[in-house]
């Protein structure tokens, strides 16, 4: 069943961006805003930041310190549980009552193979991550956009992923919500 997961190439994901990015301006330089709920764990948004920071510096910011920086940018990501999908939704379950006799289904349980784990056993986990952008003199926020993906495959690459899909069409904000299918690094 593990084996199946190294074969996942591409991953799609939900992209919502909404903004008022003034025609022509091109990226300056930017500076990291925290919320207050954002400092109080520092080595965590530490991790959220480094994740988004490839993103926003390909967009074409360069970092300055806040005084100097010409838009002030806050990222944050989250991920939780939701409601488990419908068990029959799914390719490896047919509809038809005999493959499911005595509650066994045809690849996970069997002959041989006992109760073992189900593939509803784990559950959904929804992940987002979001930007938002500021013009530091006027304080008008100028660009938001947000990424999520649903499902119960997990590693370490779906934060800079979220954060590289949601900044794909910087600065325009193109048909919200939209999908947009990102490639995984090898390995």
């Given at each position: ?23 022509g301006?091109k990226?300056?330089?930017?500076a ?17 930041e ?5 993103a926003i510096e ?7 310190p ?6 002030l940018?806050?990222?944050?990501a ?15 379950h047919?509809?038809?009552?005999w ?9 996970i ?12 056993d784990f559950?959904?986990i ?14 008008r926020?100028?660009?938001e956009?947000r ?8 590693s ?10 949601s ?5 325009t904000?193109a ?11 090898p390995?």
């Amino acid at each position: 069943m593990l084996g199946g997961c190294a074969g996942i190439s591409t991953v799609a994901v939900d992209v919502s961006s909404q903004g008022d990015w003034p025609a022509g301006r091109k990226p300056g330089t930017y500076a990291i805003e925290r919320l207050p709920s954002q400092q109080a764990s520092p080595a965590e948004q530490d991790r959220i930041e480094a994740a988004a920071l490839p993103a926003i510096e390909g967009a074409g910011f360069v970092r300055a310190p806040i005084e100097e920086a010409d838009v002030l940018i806050q990222v944050g990501a989250r991920a939780f549980e939701v409601a488990s999908r419908d068990p029959f939704a799914h390719s490896l379950h047919w509809r038809h009552d005999w493959w499911f006799y005595r509650g066994y289904h045809p690849f996970i349980y069997g002959p041989g193979f006992g109760r073992g784990f189900y593939y509803n056993d784990f559950p959904d986990i929804q992940r987002e991550s979001a930007v938002l952008m500021r013009d530091r003199r006027s304080q008008r926020i100028v660009y938001e956009t947000r990424a999520t993906v649903v499902g119960r495959w997990s590693s370490p690459v779906l934060l800079p992923l979220l954060f590289e899909a949601s900044m794909k069409d910087f600065p325009t904000p193109a048909i919200s919500p939209r999908t947009v299918t990102m490639t995984l690094p090898p390995g």
